[in-house]
Nanobody, 124 residues
Framework: QVPLVESGGGLAQVGDSLRLACAAS????????MGWFRQAPGKEREFVAA????????RYADSAKGRFLISRDNLQNTVSLQMHRLQLEDTAVYYC?????????????????WGQGTQVTVSS
């Protein structure tokens, strides 16, 4: 089991930017495809973005395309989600997830380990 820890969440206003980070001590994240998901109050967890082990391949939810950027630094053993032009609808708990499978996974079932989440709240 990979102990994932998210950071970087907080309060933001519409139009602001935030950068989330995910780290795992004692495990080499380059062995895993990584993803970000989010869950808003009263809603199901939804896919946001994913990146392959090498970082070459990425996928985004339609809501994230053009605003969010997922990246990874395998030397620093971290994965990041840079979020720009935040909207009210981006308010959610954001989760980092690790997948043992090859490729890029867009469904929660494709991930094996999850972080505890970090809250992002966007206000007008």
């Amino acid at each position: 089991q990979v102990p994932l820890v998210e950071s970087g969440g907080g309060l933001a206003q519409v139009g602001d930017s935030l950068r989330l980070a995910c780290a795992a001590s004692g495990h080499t994240l380059s062995n895993y495809g990584m993803g970000w998901f989010r869950q808003a109050p009263g809603k199901e967890r939804e896919f946001v973005a994913a990146i392959s082990r090498s970082g070459v391949a990425t996928r985004y939810a339609d809501s994230a395309k053009g605003r969010f950027l997922i990246s990874r630094d395998n030397l620093q053993n971290t994965v990041s989600l840079q979020m720009h032009r935040l909207q009210l609808e981006d308010t959610a708990v954001y989760y980092c997830a690790a997948s043992k499978h090859l490729g890029v996974r867009m469904f929660a079932a494709g991930y094996d380990d999850w972080g505890q989440g970090t809250q992002v709240t966007v206000s007008s």
